[in-house]
C-alpha cells in the first residue's frame, strides 16, 4: 500500500525513518523509559519537522495529512513510545482548534504546537466517562465573561508535561441539558490542578487531574457553545488510525528484532530459524504486519479525500492494527523464549507498550460496535 503513496510522501517517510533510527534511537537509549516529557525530547521532536502534517501551512506545518501523521508514528513508534505519544498529543491537542478555533485562536497558538515550542493534551476522558462520552460530569457554567469549570478528567496523557490543552466539559442548556464545548485552557490558570500520576505497564506521562474554580475567559471557548462534541469524534476520526501505525510500527519492530535472533540462536545443532514452529510464527507476522499496513494507509488515503467512508475505514485500521501487533509481539516474545522476558529486552518493552494501544481512543470492542453501527445504516440505505 505504501508504495501508491505520492513522491513528497514518500520522501517524508525517510525522513521519518532517518530521524528514528538516528538521533531518536539514540535518545531512546540515553533516556530509558520516563513518566514525563524532558527537555531534550521536546526539543529533539521540535528540531526534527516530524510536527509537519499535525498542523496547516498558514501556521507552520506541511498541512495536515492522515498518511503523512501515520508515516510519522510507525517510524517512531517502535524505537520510543514516548515520542509516539507526544507526538500523537500534538495532534489531539491541536486539531480541534484547527477545526473549531478562532482566527485570533489559531494565530495564536497553533504556531508554537506546530513548532514544538508548547505542548498541549486532550482532556476528554474522565472517571467515568471513557468510551461514554455522554457521561461526561464535568461541568463548563457561565458567570459573566467567564466559564467556571468544575470536574475531573483521568487517564490524560502528557497531562503533566503539556503548557496547555483542550478541555472539554458539559455546558448544559435550555435546548441540551446535555450539551458539550471544549475550551482552550492554559498551565498556570487557577484551578487546573495535576493531583495524581497514573503508572502503566509502560511509563509515559499520563494523569488524573483536579478541576476546581476553574475561571475560563469566554475567548477560550472553542466554537460555538455545544459544538464541543462534534469536535472531539472529528479530532478522533483524524487521529484513530494513526493509532494503527503507531501499532504497525512496533509489530515491524518486533519482526526485526525476532529474525535476528532466530538466526543466531541455535538449538539442538541449527539456527532455530530452521525450525518451522519458528518459520511458521514468522510467516504469521510477516501477513499480520502487511495486513495492516494495507489497512491503515487505506484509511488515511481515504481521510485525506475527504472519503465519507474514512471514519468506518478508520476503525477498521485502528481495531485490525492493534490486535495483529500485539499477536505479533506476543510470538516475538515467544520465539526468544527466556531472552524475551528479562526486562529490558526490546521484545519486552514492546509487550508492554503495545498493549494499552488496544485501549486508547476507543477499545477494540468500541471499534466494533462503531463498524457495526456503519453497517447496519449501509445496509438501512440499500433497503431504502
Given amino acids: 500500500m505504501q508504495s501508491m503513496l505520492a513522491q513528497d510522501d514518500l520522501a517524508f517517510k525517510a525522513q521519518c525513518e532517518a530521524y528514528a533510527q538516528g538521533e531518536l534511537a539514540a535518545l531512546a537509549q540515553k533516556l530509558g ?33 492522515a498518511v503523512r501523521i501515520c508515516l510519522a508514528r510507525e517510524a517512531i513508534a517502535g524505537v520510543f513510545a514516548p515520542a509516539d505519544t507526544t507526538f500523537a498529543m500534538q495532534g489531539l491537542g491541536g486539531y480541534p482548534i484547527i477545526l473549531a478555533g478562532s482566527a485570533a485562536q489559531k494565530a495564536r497558538y497553533l504556531p508554537a504546537l506546530a513548532e514544538g515550542k508548547r505542548l498541549t493534551t486532550f482532556c476528554l476522558t474522565e472517571p467515568e466517562a471513557g468510551s461514554d462520552v455522554a457521561a461526561m460530569q464535568t461541568t463548563a457554567l457561565p458567570d459573566g465573561d467567564h466559564f467556571v469549570i468544575n470536574g475531573r478528567k483521568h487517564f490524560i496523557s502528557n497531562g503533566y508535561s503539556a503548557d496547555m490543552g483542550v478541555l472539554f466539559a458539559r455546558t448544559p442548556t435550555a435546548d441540551n441539558p446535555k450539551a458539550i ?30 478541576i476546581k474554580d476553574l475561571r475560563v475567559p469566554g475567548e477560550n471557548l472553542l466554537g460555538p457553545v455545544g459544538a464541543g462534541y462534534k469536535t472531539a469524534m472529528q479530532t478522533l476520526d ?13 509489530a515491524r519492530t518486533a519482526l ?16 532455530i530459524v530452521e525450525f518451522q514452529a519458528i518459520s511458521f510464527k514468522l510467516a504469521d507476522m510477516a501477513v499480520d504486519i502487511q495486513a495492516a499496513e494495507s489497512l491503515v494507509y487505506l484509511a488515511a488515503l481515504k481521510k485525506d479525500k475527504g472519503d465519507p467512508a474514512a471514519a468506518l475505514h478508520s476503525s477498521i485500521a485502528k481495531l ?29 518493552r514492546l509487550y508492554r507498550e503495545i498493549r494499552p494501544l488496544r485501549v486508547y481512543e476507543g477499545t477494540t470492542e468500541i471499534q466494533k460496535l462503531i463498524i457495526a453501527a456503519h453497517l447496519l445504516k449501509q445496509a438501512k440505505n440499500e433497503d431504502v
Avoid at 488510525?241 to 510500527?249: K, N
Avoid at 527466556?338 to 529486552?345: L, M, N
Wanted: hydrophobic residues 45%.
Fill in 33 to 65: 523509559e520516563i513518566s514525563d516529557v524532558p527537555d531534550a525530547l521536546k526539543t529533539s521532536l521540535a528540531q526534527s519537522g516530524i510536527y509537519g502534517p499535525l498542523f496547516p501551512q498558514a501556521y507552520g506545518g506541511q498541512g495536515v495529512s
Fill in 181 to 210: 464545548s471544549a475550551f482552550i485552557v492554559e498551565k498556570g490558570m487557577p484551578g487546573w490542578n495535576v493531583d495524581h500520576r497514573i503508572a502503566l505497564l509502560a511509563s509515559h506521562d499520563i494523569v488524573a487531574f483536579e
Fill in 238 to 250: 483524524l487521529m484513530r488510525m494513526s493509532v494503527g501505525a503507531a501499532a504497525l510500527g512496533m
Fill in 256 to 271: 526485526k528484532a525476532s529474525m535476528r535472533f532466530a538466526r543466531r540462536r541455535v538449538q539442538f545443532g541449527r539456527p
Fill in 320 to 348: 485490525h492494527a492493534t490486535e495483529a501487533a500485539f499477536r505479533c509481539i506476543d510470538q516475538a516474545v515467544q520465539i526468544h523464549g527466556g531472552a524475551g522476558v528479562v526486562k529490558g529486552a526490546v521484545v519486552e
